[in-house]
């Protein structure tokens, strides 16, 4: 997102304000229409809160996580909120949140720090599958909450069958075919002979929820993967040389630096595609090619033995690591772009830049999830407006849904009207903050037209961050 006007971007900071939770549930006024057809619930994720009980967060990543919830039928639409219930949102609540590291944030005091990882914010997404609504960062491991209220149960753990030490990214992918949900995380640890080792760890969860796990793969270097993607054969790994730094981490571990600092771009290090086969068992195939900068995955299919592979490019890692840090004083650029990798049968790798308007936080209509589609959404914002670009990967071009101005649209989900509808055949649902109004609203377009007004606008009681990611459900929760 860029931002370049002060009164714009004064205005527009007022998202990264602590949001307040809304546990009890609300029907929100809107403006325009609810298509009666469209009816589930739309849960979302992302950090709301950098500052509580003494808490001072350095960094977007470092918010506690705030699960909200949308449940649309017969035209209204409900609404509810909660904290994911952690450790470190306890801990800030007693007053206590001086005391707690970050992934960029450090503790007021140095022992505080000392041989301490970061406290996990449960913050960045919301999934559903086999009856569990999972709360996901990059820094912890799985929060289930409540379908119907949000409130917090507990860690999940697969019935014990997720390894201890064993992350579980932020960014699973369901196949919508086989029901399957498909994972990885990245384990660091001590080998025998005393150096610090990685492990890329591919997980499957079957229709029922038991989790078992695919493959184990060995790593060279600590990287910092935040997603994949999957095919009908293979769970697709983009390792670009985002990597931590062995003697930074080693001085953050004694509490000289933060965590997160540790982690840089390190195009001599090389970038591999890994395509690890989803039946289990079998050897991961790995190419080697020109390094890049990316953080997010559209999708990835298979095409006449290649895999084609769909992500959003960035011209450097800074935006991330550094300028991140002033988000709640300056304007964040986050100016990504639509592109695509071709692994070829013979092992080439070709790169395909789209031009585009600047951009992030891709998606796709989640049917079509392993498999090829034809349309990516995206938010975006530029320094005149913020949009909603549908990229046409079939005609090359692209058509934009335009904000008014002073609004941040975050990520775009798609719903289908019906099972057999066609891939655009459905609505987009947006929560986006309105700072003129300083509060957040959930706009539902038309897929089809998406130059079109919204078709409804459902407005918030309050603000929060319009969240990192979510995931729609066709199933309606309790009242």
């Known amino acids: 997102m860029t931002i370049t006007s002060n009164d714009?971007?004064?205005?527009?900071?007022?998202?990264y304000r602590a949001a307040p939770e809304h546990p009890d549930e609300v029907v929100l006024p809107i403006i325009g229409s609810v298509p009666q057809e469209l009816r589930g619930t739309l849960y979302r994720n992302g950090p709301a809160d950098w500052e509580s009980?003494?808490?001072?967060?350095v960094h977007p990543f470092d918010g506690d996580g705030l699960v909200v919830k949308f449940t649309i039928t017969g035209g209204t639409v409900k609404f509810r909120s909660r904290y994911v219930d952690t450790p470190k949102r306890r801990k800030e609540l007693r007053g206590a949140?001086?005391?707690?590291?970050?992934?960029?944030?450090?503790?007021?005091?140095?022992?505080?720090?000392?041989?301490?990882?970061?406290?996990?914010?449960?913050?960045?997404?919301?999934?559903?599958?086999?009856?569990?609504?999972?709360?996901?960062?990059d820094a912890g491991r799985p929060w289930q909450l409540d379908l119907d209220d949000l409130s917090t149960l507990g860690p999940c753990t697969f019935n014990g069958q997720l390894p201890s030490l064993s992350r579980f990214s932020p960014h699973p992918r369901i196949d919508p075919v086989t029901g399957e949900l498909f994972n990885f995380g990245l384990d660091v640890g001590p080998s025998l002979e005393g150096r610090t080792v990685a492990c890329l760890r591919?997980?499957?969860?079957?229709?029922?929820?038991?989790?078992?796990?695919?493959?184990?793969?060995?790593?060279?270097?600590?990287?910092?993967?935040?997603?994949?993607?999957?095919?009908?054969?293979?769970?697709?790994?983009?390792?670009?040389?985002?990597?931590?730094?062995p003697v930074t981490a080693a001085l953050a571990a004694l509490g000289k630096g933060a965590l997160g600092d540790s982690a840089d771009y390190r195009p001599q290090q090389g970038m591999k595609i890994i395509l690890?086969?989803?039946?289990?068992?079998?050897?991961?195939?790995?190419?080697?090619?020109?390094?890049?900068?990316?953080?997010?995955?559209?999708?990835?299919?298979?095409?006449?033995?290649?895999v084609v592979l769909d992500l959003v490019r960035h011209e450097s890692f800074a935006f991330l690591s550094q300028a991140a840090k002033q988000f709640r004083t300056e304007p964040l650029?986050?100016?990504?772009?639509?592109?695509?990798?071709?692994?070829?049968?013979?092992?080439?790798?070709?790169?395909?830049?789209?031009?585009?308007?600047?951009?992030?936080?891709p998606s796709h209509d989640e049917r079509r999830t392993g498999r090829e589609h034809r349309y990516t959404y995206l938010a975006s914002a530029e320094e005149d407006a913020a949009a909603i670009v549908?990229?046409?990967?079939?005609?090359?071009?692209?058509?934009?849904?335009?904000?008014?101005?002073?609004?941040?649209?975050?990520?775009?989900?798609?719903v289908p009207k019906a099972h057999h509808s066609g891939e655009d055949e459905g609505w987009l649902l947006v929560v986006t903050y309105n700072a003129g109004e300083h509060r957040t609203e959930l706009h539902i377009l038309d897929a089809a037209d998406i130059e079109n007004p919204p078709l409804a606008i459902a407005v918030l009681p309050s603000h929060h961050f319009p969240g990192f990611h979510g995931s729609f459900t066709e199933r309606i929760t309790a009242p």
């Open 53 to 57: 009980g003494g808490f001072n967060g």
């Open 97 to 137: 949140g001086d005391r707690i590291r970050g992934v960029y944030t450090q503790a007021r005091r140095l022992r505080d720090n000392i041989g301490r990882g970061p406290a996990d914010a449960a913050n960045t997404h919301a999934v559903v599958h086999a009856d569990r609504l999972l709360a996901l960062s």
């Open 276 to 306: 690890v086969p989803r039946a289990g068992g079998g050897k991961p195939r790995i190419i080697e090619c020109d390094p890049f900068v990316y953080i997010h995955v559209d999708n990835a299919y298979e095409d006449r033995g290649d």
């Open 390 to 414: 549908k990229l046409d990967r079939q005609t090359n071009t692209q058509r934009l849904h335009h904000f008014s101005q002073a609004m941040a649209p975050g990520e775009p989900i798609f």
């Open 202 to 245: 591919c997980f499957r969860v079957d229709p029922a929820g038991r989790l078992s796990q695919l493959a184990a793969i060995p790593l060279e270097h600590i990287y910092i993967q935040h997603d994949f993607a999957i095919t009908p054969q293979f769970l697709v790994f983009a390792l670009a040389p985002i990597t931590v730094d």
């Open 333 to 361: 650029a986050v100016a990504g772009w639509p592109a695509r990798l071709r692994v070829s049968a013979g092992g080439s790798v070709d790169l395909t830049d789209y031009p585009s308007p600047a951009t992030e936080f």
């Open 8 to 15: 714009e971007a004064t205005s527009l900071l007022g998202m």
